[in-house]
């Protein structure tokens, strides 16, 4: 059974740094891409960026670009995104998917980490 | 970017009902297009990709429709489960934009 099980909210302060993780199983981690995918209170889906473990090839969208890092560790099947200086507009549900190719659509998704940062 | 409009923004519907939700892009995007339904508290879950192909375990009245800009996403007969918000995202070109939303809502 293909699984992505996210990690635990987070609580944090504007400046902290912050990495969740995403961790695949059921399915070969380094042959799908995994894609990162935000949802503010009250707002739509935002398309952050997708990243193919196989090679570590990553796309971000120009929105996120210099504001989070995507990445991945094939040895533990965890995707991973990193911020390091949180601002209170981070303050959103993130989740990952896995997708067949770099035309991403997301066929399984996580539970999603719930990330609030406030002072 | 393409930009994605979704139509209606909102839409009350009974239960039984043929529903129909548009999807336009701003541009050109063959099919690659895929749709998502939301529900509170729950992760998106995938519907139609490449414009009209069903999902696996998606129930077959889900269909979705359309080619270049202009898409559908059509439920034949609403049951209550399917009171939830619904997603376009196309796949064309990075970044791969989402649509707003359409709530769809028991009348």
């Known amino acids: 059974e293909v699984q992505l099980v996210q990690s635990g909210a987070e609580v944090k302060k504007p400046g902290e740094s912050l990495k969740i993780s995403c961790r695949g199983s059921?399915?070969?981690?380094?042959?799908?891409?995994i894609g990162w995918v935000r949802q503010m209170p009250g707002k739509g889906l935002e398309w952050m960026g997708i990243?193919?473990?196989?090679?570590?090839?990553?796309r971000y969208s120009p929105s996120f670009q210099g504001q989070v890092t995507i990445s991945a560790d094939k040895s533990t099947s965890t995707a991973y995104l990193q911020w390091s200086s949180l601002k209170a507009s981070d303050t959103a549900m993130y989740y990952c998917?896995?997708?067949?190719?770099?035309?991403?659509?997301?066929?399984?998704w996580g539970q999603g980490t719930l990330v609030s940062v406030s002072s | 970017d393409i930009q994605m409009t979704q139509s209606p923004s909102s839409l009350s519907a009974s239960v039984g009902d043929r529903v129909t939700i548009t999807c336009r892009a701003s541009?050109?995007?063959?099919?690659?297009l895929s749709w998502y339904q939301r529900k509170p508290g729950k992760a998106p879950k995938l519907l139609i990709y490449?414009?009209?192909s069903l999902q696996s375990g998606v129930p077959s009245r889900f269909s979705g429709g359309g080619s270049g800009t202009d898409f559908t996403l059509t439920i034949s007969s609403l049951q209550p489960e399917d009171f939830a918000t619904y997603y376009c995202?196309?796949?064309?070109?990075?970044?791969?934009?989402f649509g707003q939303g359409t709530k769809l809502e028991i009348k």
């Open positions: 998917a896995r997708g067949a190719s770099s035309s991403w659509y997301g066929d399984y």
């Open positions: 059921g399915y070969s981690f380094t042959s799908y891409w």
């Open positions: 990243i193919y473990p196989g090679d570590s090839d990553t």
């Open positions: 541009r050109y995007i063959s099919s690659y």
């Open positions: 490449a414009a009209s």
């Open positions: 995202q196309q796949s064309y070109s990075t970044p791969n934009t």
